[in-house]
């Protein structure tokens, strides 16, 4: 699972590094362009169907439009802004795949031990939770690996490492909830800093006007969607797994009860 979280937050850093590439080649591209159509003269009595024409096929796609706000935006603000996405969608995908991992049939699970410790007594019911995964498997493992001690060592036993299960399933949470409250003041950050530019190009001009204005409110109120947006992808995650946690343990609490009450019938029996 190490392994698996390090590809994707090398995968993410390296998608960082080439989409920057790319803001520096539109940059570039968006220059040229702009200089070719200055030294260029505009047929103004060109067909109107041909100008129509040309500017359906100037549109530019969803992938154009994220890239041209990027860049809007100030890539400075907006590169914080997307690494808070990367490490974030980096635990909550590495989360994701190990709470489903995680999840297991437990009545299946019940029905597997009981059999195995009536025709093998302990030790096949233990080597039932060894080739079984999950959390709930290796909390019946840890019990019936003290079955000896009587059925109230075995109860403490069952409490104690199902609290460290669930431990291990809230583990990354942290950092998740980190980057949902981190992307929101980025972008907070870059709405102040542009505002602060804004002010700072009335106060050299001495005037105010829009066009003066446009520019630091434009790049404050992108930064601030985007840290919004960075905040709400995550928060689904973060729910997601929370609300799959709570379930997991809820079934490891039942499935607890119900193993406890079958080593208690099998020490009658014997």
Known sequence: MKRLFALIAVTGMLFFMASNAVVAQDEA????????EAAEQVDMTADPVEETAAAAEGGKSLHSQL????????PTFMSFVLIALILGLAFAIERVLYLNLATSNTKKLLANVEEALQSGGVEAAKEVCRKTRGPVASIFYQGLDRFDHGIDVVEKSIISYGGVQAGLLEKGLSWIALFIALAPMLGFMGTVIGMIGAFDAIEVAGDISPSLVAGGIKVALITTVSGLLVAIILQIFYNYCVAKIDSIINNMEDASISFLDLLVKHNLKK
């Open 29 to 36: 591209a968006t220059q040229e362009t702009t200089n070719a």
């Open 67 to 74: 890239k041209q706000k990027f860049i809007e935006g100030n």
